[in-house]
C-alpha cells in the first residue's frame, strides 16, 4: 500500500514524517492526494529526493479551503520549524503578512529580512510564507472581505482613493469610516491570519446580531456580506505554486449599445482563459428606451444575468466603461452578496484607448482583456443593428 493511498482529495496540508514520527516537511494543496502523489510519480532535484527516501509516513488536515491551507500551512511550519521547510531556505527570504501600529493599521506583505530590522513598527507578524505570489493573492481575497487601509498616515487625502470606490478601502482617506469599528475588522483579520477562522465567524455572528437588535439594518447587512464571503471563499489560485492542473479562469465581458436610449441592448461575452465560449454569449434587450444612461442600464444587465443562478458564475467581470460603469456592477454584487472582482476599460472618445479602471489578476492579461472588450462591443453592437431594423419592418 502506497504511503498516500489514504490521503483525500481536498484541499488541506500534510506532513512528511521520518521513522520516529518527526515532522520533515510540512506543505500545502488544492488537492491532497494529487500533490502528494506529485513526490512519487516524477524525477526531482536532489533536496526533494533526499526527503522523500527517508518519508516513512504522510498525515493530513483538511481545510475547507485552498486560503485556510496557505494560513494553516505558515502557522504550523512557525510551530515546528520541520527541518525541509527551514533549512533549505534562508530566513531573510520568506514572506511574511504583518499588521501596523498606526491610528488605522495597515496589513503589508513583507520579506524576512525587513522583519528583522523593523519588528518595533510591527503590532503583529503572520507567517513565514513560502510564496509571495500566494500570500498576495490571499491578501487580495481578505481585502475584500475585511477592508483595509494602505495610505501613508503621513499624507493627507482630500478625495476618496478608487479603492474606496470599489469597497477595498473603508474610507480612511475621506474619515468615513470609525475608528472602533476599523479596529474590530482588523481583529477579526487578524484571527483569521492566526488560523482561528471559528473565531472571527462567531465574532462576526455576533455583531450582525447586536447591530439587528438595535436596528441598524444597513451594518448588519454588511456583516451578513462579510459572513457569506468568508464561508464561500473561491481560492483555487491562492496555492499557484503546485504542478496540478488548475482550471482556466472565467472572464465575463459586458456592453451597451443604443442611440439616445433607443433600442438599447446588452451583451454578456465569455472567455474560458483566452478563449471565447460563443455557446455561453448572452444578449439583453434593456427593458425601457428612456434618456441614454449606460450606468442604469449595466445595472440592469447586471441584476437579469445574476438571477440565474444556473449560469456559472465569472472569476472576473470587465465592463466596457469607466468608474461609472465599474461602481454600477460593484453595487449589484454587493446587494445580492457575490463577491466577485470587477474592472473596467475606458476606451475614450475616439475608442482607441484601453485604459484599466481597477487591478489586472495575475492570471490574465491586458490583451486578452482587450479581446474581452472588443467581442462584447462587436456583439452588442450587431444585436442593437437587428434591432432598430427589426423595428422599420411594417407589422403584420
Not at 93 to 101: C, E, G, N, R, V
Not at 110 to 125: Q, T, Y
Not at 344 to 369: E, Q, V
Amino acid at each position: 500500500m502506497s504511503l498516500y493511498a489514504h490521503i483525500p482529495e481536498s484541499p488541506g496540508v500534510y506532513f512528511m514524517k521520518d521513522a520516529r514520527g518527526r515532522i520533515l516537511y510540512i506543505g500545502k494543496a488544492v488537492n491532497l492526494r494529487h500533490r502528494v502523489s506529485s513526490y512519487f510519480s516524477r524525477p526531482h532535484d536532489a533536496r526533494i529526493t533526499r526527503l522523500i527516501s527517508t518519508v516513512r509516513k504522510i498525515d493530513y488536515t483538511r481545510t475547507n479551503s485552498a486560503l485556510e491551507a496557505l494560513i494553516l500551512e505558515a502557522n504550523l511550519i512557525k510551530k515546528n520549524q520541520p527541518p525541509f521547510n527551514i533549512r533549505e531556505k534562508d530566513d531573510k527570504s520568506f514572506f511574511y503578512a504583518i499588521i501596523t501600529k498606526d491610528e488605522f493599521p495597515r496589513v503589508l506583505l513583507v520579506r524576512g529580512k525587513e522583519i528583522s530590522e523593523k519588528k518595533d513598527d510591527f503590532a503583529e507578524v503572520f507567517g513565514p510564507f513560502t510564496s509571495s505570489s500566494s500570500l498576495k493573492e490571499a491578501l487580495r481575497i481578505m481585502r475584500k472581505i475585511f477592508p483595509w487601509s494602505v495610505h501613508d498616515p503621513s499624507k493627507k487625502w482630500g478625495k476618496a482613493c478608487f479603492d474606496y470606490h470599489i469597497g477595498l478601502c473603508p474610507g480612511t482617506c475621506v474619515g468615513a469610516v470609525d475608528k472602533r469599528e476599523y479596529k474590530k475588522n482588523i481583529k477579526n483579520l487578524s484571527l483569521f491570519l492566526s488560523g482561528k477562522m471559528n473565531r472571527a465567524i462567531e465574532n462576526l455572528e455576533r455583531a450582525m446580531t447586536q447591530a439587528s437588535k438595535k436596528l441598524e439594518f444597513e451594518k448588519a447587512e454588511k456583516i451578513k456580506r462579510q459572513l457569506f464571503a468568508l464561508q464561500h471563499i473561491n481560492d483555487v489560485a491562492v496555492i499557484s505554486s503546485e504542478p496540478l492542473k488548475i482550471p482556466a479562469k472565467r472572464v465575463e465581458g459586458y456592453d451597451i449599445s443604443n442611440i439616445s436610449g433607443k433600442h438599447a441592448v446588452g451583451s454578456m461575452v465569455v472567455f474560458i482563459g483566452d478563449v471565447s465560449k460563443n455557446s455561453e454569449y448572452k444578449k439583453f434587450s434593456i427593458s425601457s428606451d428612456q434618456s441614454p444612461d449606460d450606468t442604469r442600464m449595466m445595472k440592469e444587465i447586471l441584476e437579469r444575468r445574476f438571477r440565474h443562478g444556473e449560469w456559472p458564475f465569472p472569476d472576473l467581470i470587465l465592463v466596457d466603461g469607466g468608474i461609472g460603469q465599474v461602481n454600477a456592477a460593484v453595487e449589484v454584487l454587493k446587494k445580492q452578496n457575490i463577491i466577485i472582482p470587477v474592472i473596467g476599460m475606458a476606451k475614450g472618445k475616439r475608442r482607441k484607448r484601453s485604459d484599466i479602471i481597477g487591478n489586472i489578476p495575475s492570471w490574465t492579461t491586458h490583451r486578452t482583456l482587450v479581446r474581452v472588450r472588443d467581442e462584447a462591443h462587436r456583439t452588442s453592437v450587431n444585436y442593437h443593428r437587428i434591432r432598430r431594423k427589426n423595428s422599420f419592418l411594417p407589422k403584420r
